[in-house]
């Protein structure tokens, strides 16, 4: 297994980035925060979790091991591919995964893209004991800081997630006005979640 791929960014698309590795372009699957902390040129050491299919091996990348590691548990769930996986792990980092399934909060898995009530309450089962309590403290994760392009990232991020062009046009301008008041630079997991709960009322 590929543990970890580490090297200059050489390409970064809205789900995904290229690694050099040896004179090598790995292409890596990412989340939105996993993406936002990487720059073009840059060094990056991303932990990844290769999933073998008949018809292709796909490489996905995480910022850490603990990050990995849930997204592998969260597979172990029935009906949970790595593309669901990395969709929750896109909305939630992986304390507030735990927290989530260790308070039976079905609201924190139905903001997830395509899962449903009756989803989120089979996933709660399913991972009752095998995500462990959180690590650290209570309180809502915040993702990594955008220096720039918040908006071009938060919409290529919902458009990853499945939502089309004009549901992310509506999320972005509803969420701007927390971005604008943000002190500092936005933080784009706080405000891709602040974005799908707007979807979901809308819905």
Not at 13 to 26: K, L
Not at 92 to 107: I, Q
């Amino acid at each position: 297994m590929i543990a970890f791929v580490s090297g200059p960014v050489a390409a970064l698309a809205p789900d995904s980035a290229v690694v050099e590795v040896g004179g090598i372009g790995i292409a890596v699957q990412c989340s939105p925060n996993t993406l936002s902390g990487l720059r073009m040129g840059q060094q990056a050491k991303l932990a990844t979790s290769l999933v073998v299919r008949e018809d292709s091996l796909t490489l996905y990348g995480f910022t850490d091991d603990d990050e990995r590691q849930v997204f592998e548990l969260l597979q172990t769930a029935s009906g949970v591919g790595p593309r669901l996986a990395q969709a929750m792990l896109a909305v939630h980092t992986p304390d507030a995964l735990r927290r989530a399934v260790s308070t039976g909060d079905e609201k924190a898995l139905i903001a997830v893209p395509g899962i449903g009530k009756k989803g989120a309450q089979k996933l709660l089962l399913d991972l009752k004991d095998r995500l462990g309590e959180p690590l650290g403290p209570g309180g809502p994760a915040i993702g990594k800081a955008v220096t720039t392009g918040w908006r071009d990232q938060l919409h290529a991020a919902l458009i990853g997630l499945g939502y089309a062009t004009r549901e992310a046009d509506e999320a972005v301008s509803a969420v701007a006005p927390q971005a604008e008041a943000a002190e500092g630079t936005p933080q784009i997991g706080q405000l891709l979640r602040a974005a799908l709960q707007t979807l979901n009322r809308a819905r």
